[in-house]
């Protein structure tokens, strides 16, 4: 049963890629229309929470990272993919409601809508990561092949955000306070994730439970990538702990999903 649905997917991937691709440039485009400063929202919260830990941290505080690297381009390494995930995951649950006239399409497979939504928002990631590599060069860190490495980082936060998008669309069909409890969940994994803070700011004994946060694989990974130069692997235990999670997720997210599939036309 898995290996079908896991395969059906896949096909409708790669049958239906052109209607994926119109319907997130649509989605990324109708965001923002009828807006005065439209994309530019887009980038204004997050560069707002940026400069404030910027001043913060580096004027208030006195804060650096223990490598060194001038903390604003370590900040929005981190912070950029934050902002992609965080975003992924509040948006999910209305995958399936912004496009309720193919719920009761037993033909078209919904399952294939979070890759739209996800691929919506790497629009914005790709100008963020733009603005990092600019604050990079300016900051006189050069280029370096492994960045590409990010590209890894990129793909295992989709994984995961499929599964978290099959379970939170599915239930937000039928629950509508999904929405809040995201936000509640993001909010508290903004301020127990790597962000504005290293790991090893903390006691030794208390690091291991913060790597237990799945978001640390991948927060971590894009400075992996960008300025300490180290491998995905290196770092065993964070990489099996996160995709045995991601597993998890995606197994629950297709059970929830394939339970529930026969009632969304009744929630219309």
Partial sequence: MIFVFVLNFFRQLWTRKRLIWDL?????????HGSVFGLAWVFVEPMIYMGIMWFVFTKALRYAPSQGYPYLAWLMSGMITWNFLSSVIVSSSNTFKSYSYLLKKWEFNMAILPVV????????HAV???LLILIFLISGIEFSWWWVQSIYYLVAI?????????????IALFVRDIKNILGILVQIGFW????????????????????????YHVLIGYRNSFLYHISFWQDLF????????????????????????PHFGDMI
């Fill in 238 to 261: 964070s990489l099996v702990y996160f995709w045995i999670f991601t597993l998890i997720i995606l197994l629950v997210g297709l059970v929830t999903y394939k339970k529930l599939r």
């Fill in 128 to 130: 963020f990561l733009s």
């Fill in 158 to 170: 989709s994984i995961l955000a499929i599964g978290v998008s099959w379970i939170t669309a599915s």
């Fill in 117 to 124: 939504n996800i691929l919506s928002l790497l629009f914005v």
């Fill in 24 to 32: 997130a440039v649509r989605d990324f485009t109708g965001s923002y």
């Fill in 192 to 215: 127990v994730s790597p962000i504005f803070w290293d790991i090893d700011s903390y006691p030794e004994k208390y690091r291991p439970f913060l790597k237990l946060n799945p978001a």
